[in-house]
């Protein structure tokens, strides 16, 4: 696939552990770096707070953003990324839990490459990342 670090932006730890699961049982051999919160994932993309000893110049190559019940507060996340240019090409693929929430994200699109909903099925998975050209 690809050689950067997928960031995981999923509030639940139990569901971050099982996409962490997902990704070693069909042998992603990526970096993955999980966070719980918008706060936390800004920090690590720009390499503030507790990330500030990563170099601020790798960003991650892709980011799978979980959707809770409050879509827009989610999205915010959104954006800073695109008012940076070393940030504004870095694709991000929304995982939701229901058929609800898919339904708005393809009506509404939120700039994402891709959506999948969990739990995580590795066929789909890999289709949506065939889409993405990250080196």
């Known amino acids: 696939m690809f050689n950067k670090t997928v960031l995981v932006v999923e509030r639940d730890p139990i569901e971050a552990k099982k ?29 503030t707070g507790p990330h500030k000893d990563r170099p601020d110049h ?10 809770l019940t409050n879509m827009t507060k989610e999205l915010k996340i959104l954006k800073p990324l695109q008012w940076y240019l070393r940030t504004q090409t870095v694709p991000f693929i ?4 229901s058929e609800e929430q898919e339904k708005e994200v393809i009506k509404f699109g939120f700039g994402a490459v ?18 993405l050209s990250i080196k």
């Open 114 to 131: 891709g959506y999948i909903r969990k739990p995580l099925d590795f066929t789909h998975f890999i289709e949506v990342i065939q889409g």
């Open 94 to 97: 929304i995982l939701t839990s």
């Open 58 to 67: 790798e960003v991650p190559g892709l980011i799978l953003l979980d959707l």
């Open 19 to 47: 996409i962490l699961d997902f990704f070693k049982q069909n042998n992603f051999r990526n970096k993955i770096e999980v966070v719980h919160n918008k706060t936390e994932a800004l920090d690590y993309i720009f390499a």
